[in-house]
Antibody
Framework: QVQLVESGGGVVQPGRSLRLSCAAS????????MHWVRQAPGKGLEWVAV????????YFVDSVKGRFTISRDNSKNTLYLQMSSLRAEDTAVYYC????????????WGQGTLVTVSS | DIQMTQSPSTLSASVGDRVTITCRAS??????LAWYQQKPGKAPKLLIY???TLESGVPSRFRGSGSGTEFTLTISSLQPDDFASYYC?????????FGQGTRLEIK
């Protein structure tokens, strides 16, 4: 059974950094584009970033450009989101999700990890 | 960026009702649209992709239609398990955008 498990969330002060991880089991990340999607408390879904299956292409939502980076280590079957210069408005549950390389519908999701940016 | 406008934001209905949720794109996205269901505290679940293709295991009472800029999700006969939030998502181009969501509640 496809499983994605996020980790690395927690409480962090504004301006600081945090790295999220998403570990896959029962399938190979090599075959998928990988996405991060977030959801602020009580709010809707916001797509954050994508990295192509081979790591050659990356896209970000404007609000995180220059502050977040996305990477993957296919040998470890793990996806990362490095978040820096964190703001209160980055507070959210962060989900990782998969899509087939040519498409953007998100077929498998992790359970999410909560990031709280607060002093 | 392509904006997605979803309506209504809240929908009250009863078990057995037929309901429709609408999603409009700010420009044509062909059929690159997905629908998700989300229950409180849980990750979203893909229901429909390419506007009208049912994801494996999703009940046939869920139906998606539309192309271009106008799309609908119809649930033909609501079941107790269907009361949840629903989101549309365009994946014609980056940045991927979600609709604001529709909360389907029991009347």
């Amino acid at each position: 059974q496809v499983q994605l498990v996020e980790s690395g969330g927690g409480v962090v002060q504004p301006g600081r950094s945090l790295r999220l991880s998403c570990a896959a089991s029962a399938f190979s990340l090599n075959d998928y584009n990988m996405h991060w999607v977030r959801q602020a408390p009580g709010k809707g879904l916001e797509w954050v970033a994508v990295i192509s299956f081979d790591g050659s292409n990356k896209y970000f939502v404007d609000s995180v450009k220059g502050r977040f980076t996305i990477s993957r280590d296919n040998s470890k079957n793990t996806l990362y989101l490095q978040m820096s210069s964190l703001r209160a408005e980055d507070t959210a549950v962060y989900y990782c999700a998969t899509s087939a390389p040519k498409y953007g519908d998100l077929g498998s999701w992790g359970q999410g990890t909560l990031v709280t940016v607060s002093s | 960026d392509i904006q997605m406008t979803q309506s209504p934001s809240t929908l009250s209905a009863s078990v057995g009702d037929r309901v429709t949720i609408t999603c409009r794109a700010s420009q044509s996205i062909s059929n690159w649209l997905a629908w998700y269901q989300q229950k409180p505290g849980k990750a979203p679940k893909l229901l429909i992709y390419e506007a009208s293709t049912l994801e494996s295991g999703v009940p046939s009472r869920f139906r998606g239609s539309g192309s271009g800029t106008e799309f609908t999700l119809t649930i033909s006969s609501l079941q107790p398990d269907d009361f949840a939030s629903y989101y549309c998502q365009q994946y014609n181009s980056y940045p991927i955008m979600f609709g604001q969501g529709t909360r389907l509640e029991i009347k």
